[in-house]
């Protein structure tokens, strides 16, 4: 499962906890090279020290919701590149009111901003990455269980990770012409700093290291491994899937 000759975007690092971090790291022990982003000014002091252990020769700053910063990191890559082996999207964002209260009180504001974020501008970055994936390539988005089942407390995400994983699909189809494979994966219960607001967090993590098949306690190198799997050669067959980490608990 080498990656060696091969070039990735990895979108969504913002601290050393976070599931693009742990996918970058496997990415790159796997022999890729990297193009990295962050979010925002505060967010830069935490992942600099990151990407220095990458080494990863373009890092950009990304809002996913500004059309003129990811069209500069698709532009800084044809140039320094000219193509592109692989994308990874792991950004999601609603607001706390529209994320803990019932989806039929959501505001239109709130859904639409977290449709924007953890579900369009995936496929915007698909459509950036088409004329660069040269010889094909693998597209992979984060999607979570909440977007078929009812998970409580999650609101709208579960809808909007729905919209994803079926916007997965017709990308499949769609891209599938040009050897461009696009996947979603679902991870489930992590100790990331964005999943740890969630309430009765611990108790989650301790239901699915109790109750899980596997009984195997998550964490971000679990997802990391499958991705650089998803991004190699090895899993040219492989598209249109929602693929779950989880030690087996989606299953329950």
């Known amino acids: ?48 020290p990151l990407f220095a252990q990458l080494d990863a020769p373009i890092r950009m700053p990304l809002d996913v919701g500004r059309p003129d910063q990811m ?3 698709f532009d800084a890559i044809a140039v320094q590149w000219g ?10 964002y609603a607001p706390k009111a529209d994320l803990q209260g019932r989806v039929v009180d959501s505001s239109p504001e709130g859904f639409s901003l977290a449709m924007d974020t953890s579900c369009h501008s995936f496929i915007r970055m698909a459509r950036l990455a088409e ?24 609101g709208v995400m579960g809808p909007v990770k729905a919209a994803l994983e079926a916007s997965v699909r017709y990308l499949a189809v769609e891209l599938g012409g040009a050897g461009i494979r696009v996947n979603a994966i679902s991870p489930g219960v992590l100790p990331t700093r964005a ?9 989650l993590l301790d239901d699915t290291a109790r109750r899980a098949p596997l ?13 650089a799997f998803l991004a190699s050669d090895g899993a040219r067959a492989i598209t249109g899937g929602t693929h779950y980490i989880d030690a087996g608990m989606h299953m329950l």
């Open 1 to 48: 499962m080498t990656l060696r000759h091969k070039r990735g975007l990895v979108v969504g690092i913002a601290n050393e906890q976070s599931i693009a971090w742990g996918c970058a790291r496997a990415f790159c022990r796997a022999g890729a090279t990297l193009a990295v982003t962050w979010q925002s000014d505060k967010t830069l002091p935490h992942v600099e």
């Open 71 to 73: 069209a500069a990191v």
């Open 83 to 92: 193509a592109i082996d692989f994308v990874l999207h792991s950004v999601a």
């Open 131 to 154: 004329p660069l994936m040269t010889r094909g390539g693998s597209l992979m988005a984060m999607s979570y269980l909440g977007a078929e089942q009812v998970v409580a407390n999650y």
């Open 195 to 203: 999943a740890s607001g969630l309430p009765n967090f611990g108790r």
């Open 215 to 227: 009984h195997h306690a998550l964490d971000i190198d679990d997802v990391g491994a499958f991705c």
